[in-house]
Structure formats: C-alpha cells, structure tokens
C-alpha cells in the first residue's frame, strides 16, 4: 500500500511540475506576441467601434473607426469624417486586441492618398496643426506638403508640412 500511494504522489508531482511548465511557456509566448503589437493595430482592431484619441495639441477627438491604416486612421461622427496621423495620437481609449497585420495595399496607403482622394472630391476641410487650424479646399497634394486654398475663386493658397498636420476633417 505504502508503494501505490508513493507512486501516485510522484505522477501528481510530475503533472503539477509538467502544468507550471506549460503554464511558464504560454505565459512567455503571449508576452512575445504583446512586445510585437503595433499601436496601429490596436487601434485597426477597434474599426467599427467608438474610439477617442487625445492628440499632441491636447485636443481630444471620438468618433466610429472606419479604417485605418498603419500611418492614419479615419474616424466617423454623423456626416464629419476626421483623418488623423497616427504620429498626432497621443493616447487612444478604449483598444482592443491586436488585429490581424495589415495587407500590401493597406501598408502603402500614406496619408497623401486619403488627402488626395478629398482633393478630388472638392470636399471642405479644416485642417488643425500645431499652429492654428484652417478651412478651405485642398487643392494640391505633395509628398510631405498640402495646398489649402481658404475660398472659393481666391487664388493664393496656403502650403502647410504634412509633418505639423494633427488632424483633418470633413466640414
């Protein structure tokens, strides 16, 4: 009897030391793949959900997550449509697990292909920077600038760095 019973609390022994095992290597792994997320993906994961952002100016924006991309994301609120570059977000609230990793299309599509995009559609914009907020019309894209024209049949527009932009949005 005393031999079954050693026997049994060796097998239970080496089940709870094979369970922590097992346990310490799932433990190390969901670490692994948390130090691998990309804030963009957290906030791709949230797409069809409320979201607000706090952006570098202190200005605080919420909307619906409609896409995003790892360089922006497009919120939605009613009609408004805000774009902002990720480099603006300070903190976002609330994420959620990671999403799935973007596509090549997804990956390459910079900010300048959404401006372009509401350039083409002759849509009225404000676009905040870290020095002021303007309203006008897009009239051109460049790779690191935007042309803001301010009203209609006014023939100077104003160059702003797509480095200062911290939001634009639909009016």
């Known amino acids: 009897m005393r031999w079954e019973a050693l026997f049994e609390d060796l097998e239970g022994q080496l089940s709870a030391a094979e369970r922590a095992q097992d346990d310490a290597l799932v433990a190390e792994l969901t670490e692994a793949e948390v130090g691998t997320t990309a804030f963009a993906d957290r906030i791709r994961a949230r797409r069809g959900h409320e979201v607000r952002f706090r952006l570098r100016t202190g200005e605080d924006v919420a909307g619906v997550v409609l896409d995003a991309a790892p360089q922006w994301v ?9 774009l902002c570059p990720l480099t603006s977000v300070q903190a976002a609230w609330p994420l ?10 997804e990956r390459r599509l910079g900010m300048s292909h959404v401006l372009r995009a509401l350039a083409r559609e002759g849509a009225r914009v404000r676009v905040a920077c870290e020095g ?4 006008g019309w897009l009239t051109r894209v460049g790779a690191d600038h935007v042309d803001l024209r301010s009203a209609a049949g006014e023939p100077v527009s104003l160059t702003l760095a797509l480095r200062s932009v911290v939001l634009v949005s639909t009016v």
């Open 96 to 105: 959620g697990p990671v999403a799935p990793e973007p596509g090549a299309v």
């Open 132 to 135: 002021g907020s303007y309203t």
């Open 74 to 82: 497009l919120l939605g609120e009613a009609d408004r449509r805000t």
